[in-house]
C-alpha cells in the first residue's frame, strides 16, 4: 500500500506560480512513477506530468516550459513548480502513484496509476 497527500494548493493570480507537493509514504520503494493529473469543471481528469524512479520526465504540451516535476528519494517528495499560471490550469491537482509498470517514460494513462491522493485545489485568477 502505498499513500499520497497533496499539499500545497491555493488561489494566485494569473502570471504567478505555485508549487504542489506529493508526499509518499507505505511501500514507496514499489514506486516506479508518480505523476500529477488534474480535473477542471466538467472535465475528464487529465494527464499533466510525470517522473520515473529512473528520472524521466513527461509533459502535456500545454505547460511544457511553464511547469517543472522534480523528486527528493530520500523524503519521499514529488513536487510540480507551476509558473505562470494562466486561469485554464485551475482544476483540482491529483498526485498519482504507479507500482506495477517499469517504464522508462511516464505513462499519460490514468489507469495505469494504483495509488491516488485525495486532491488539492488550484484556482487561478484572471
Known amino acids: 500500500q502505498v499513500q499520497l497527500v497533496e499539499i500545497g494548493g491555493g488561489l494566485v493570480q494569473a502570471g504567478g506560480s505555485l508549487r504542489l507537493s506529493c508526499a509518499a509514504s507505505g511501500r514507496t520503494d514499489s514506486v516506479y512513477t508518480t505523476a500529477w493529473f488534474r480535473q477542471a469543471p466538467g472535465k475528464e481528469r487529465a494527464f499533466v506530468s510525470g517522473?520515473?524512479?529512473?528520472?524521466?520526465?513527461l509533459y502535456t504540451n500545454s505547460v511544457k516550459g511553464r511547469f517543472t516535476i522534480s523528486r527528493e528519494i530520500g523524503k519521499n517528495m514529488v513536487y510540480l513548480q507551476m509558473n505562470s499560471l494562466k486561469s485554464e490550469d485551475t482544476a483540482v491537482y491529483y498526485c498519482?502513484?504507479?507500482?506495477?509498470?517499469?517504464?522508462?517514460?511516464?505513462?499519460?494513462?490514468?489507469?495505469?496509476?494504483?495509488?491516488w491522493g485525495q486532491g488539492t485545489q488550484v484556482t487561478v485568477s484572471s
Open positions: 498519482a502513484a504507479d507500482t506495477d509498470r517499469l517504464s522508462y517514460a511516464p505513462d499519460s494513462r490514468q489507469g495505469q496509476y494504483d495509488y
Open positions: 517522473i520515473t524512479r529512473n528520472g524521466a520526465t
